[in-house]
């Protein structure tokens, strides 16, 4: 069965969405770097805490985490720098 979307592993990352984790105070260069991307074909990639694990067991109704899904864990204040990338529609 096909689903109706599904993720590109070709895409390139074109542009950071907000500012770099360095300009948030939220890196240390050395362990991770919590960020958001734009991709080639318009898709969003996000690199943050893999806490899939933790949230399995208590996601809302209507939620799901499919075996090649993970839920990612990102800093407030990475979200809401990207805002302004973002388009409303």
Avoid: F, H, Q
């Avoid at 542009?15 to 898709?43: M, V």
Wanted: proline fraction near 8%.
């Amino acid at each position: 069965m096909t689903r109706p979307w599904e993720a590109d592993p070709s895409a390139d990352m074109t542009r950071r969405l907000g500012r770099s984790p360095a300009e948030l105070g939220n890196t240390d260069r050395a362990s991770g770097c919590p960020d958001i991307w734009e991709l080639d074909n318009g898709d969003i990639a996000v690199i943050g805490r893999d806490l899939t694990d933790a949230y399995a067991e208590r996601l809302p109704s209507g939620a799901a985490i499919a075996e090649d899904e993970r839920l990612i864990i990102i800093p407030r204040n990475t979200l809401i720098s990207a805002k302004a990338d973002i388009p409303d529609a």
